[in-house]
């Protein structure tokens, strides 16, 4: 079945603990992406890769980080979290220039 | 900067009461408008992709239609089942090969009583 899996689905974590939440996907997409979504503020796209090793940052990246060292894989880092960055996030990939994104089920994660 | 509008942004029908979604938008070169649903929990799912104005897309109760400044989702008859959040998103024409910038919607959240 085609799907991406993100991990874990709730977390809850304090202030300044490192955490990574991670994001695989089996379609072989060259591109993926983070988002997070908070209320009354819609979707809004943290970092993005277009293929293995290339990443950009997108409307909101600071706080984050991101790699890619496989095509599958799309780790995103909060080296310092900060309760600012309580959201929920959600993976997503396509095919290139592809008008269908397939996202992940959501991790909701809370920095207490 | 790149505008995505959408309204209203709830709406509650009755069980066979149509309506529509609006989403206007504003960028300086189209390359795609996007549709998808989202569940309470989940990750939003794929709906309808738009080119070009004057094009339509159906699936099921659901129609959109795309103008050069907004584009509509059509509910026909819904039902309970419908309810969720619809969003829109339009992806900016970046140029060659270039993958543009994907913006979304804020949503609307449509709930249908039986």
């Known amino acids: 079945e085609a799907q991406v899996t993100q991990n874990p689905r709730y977390l809850i974590t304090v202030t300044g603990k490192k955490l990574t939440v991670t994001c695989s996907q089996n379609?072989?997409?060259?591109?993926m992406s983070w988002y997070r979504q908070d209320p009354g503020l819609g979707l809004r796209q943290i970092y993005y890769?277009?293929?293995?090793?290339?990443?950009d940052k997108g409307d909101v990246p600071e706080g984050y980080k991101v790699s890619r060292k496989e095509k599958r894989n799309f780790p995103l880092i909060l080296e310092s979290p900060s309760p600012n960055q309580t959201s929920l996030y959600f993976c997503?990939?396509?095919?290139?220039?592809?008008?269908?994104?397939?996202f992940g089920e959501g991790s909701r994660l809370t920095v207490l | 900067e790149d505008q995505v509008t959408q309204s209203p942004e709830a709406l509650r029908l009755q069980e066979g009461e149509s309506s529509s979604l609006n989403c206007s938008y504003t960028?300086?070169?189209?390359?795609?408008l996007f549709w998808y649903r989202q569940d309470p929990g989940k990750g939003p799912e794929f709906l309808f992709t738009l080119y070009s104005a004057g094009e339509e897309k159906e699936k099921e109760r659901l129609k959109a239609t795309l103008t050069k400044k907004e584009s509509f989702l059509h509910i026909t008859a819904p039902k309970p089942e419908d309810s969720a959040t619809y969003l829109c998103a339009v992806r900016e024409d970046a140029g060659g090969t270039s993958y543009g910038k994907l913006t979304f919607g804020q949503g609307t959240i449509l709930t249908v009583h039986p």
């Open positions: 379609m072989n997409h060259e591109y």
């Open positions: 890769s277009m293929n293995v090793e290339v990443t």
């Open positions: 997503a990939s396509s095919f290139p220039n592809a008008g269908e994104l397939f």
């Open positions: 960028v300086s070169g189209l390359r795609g």
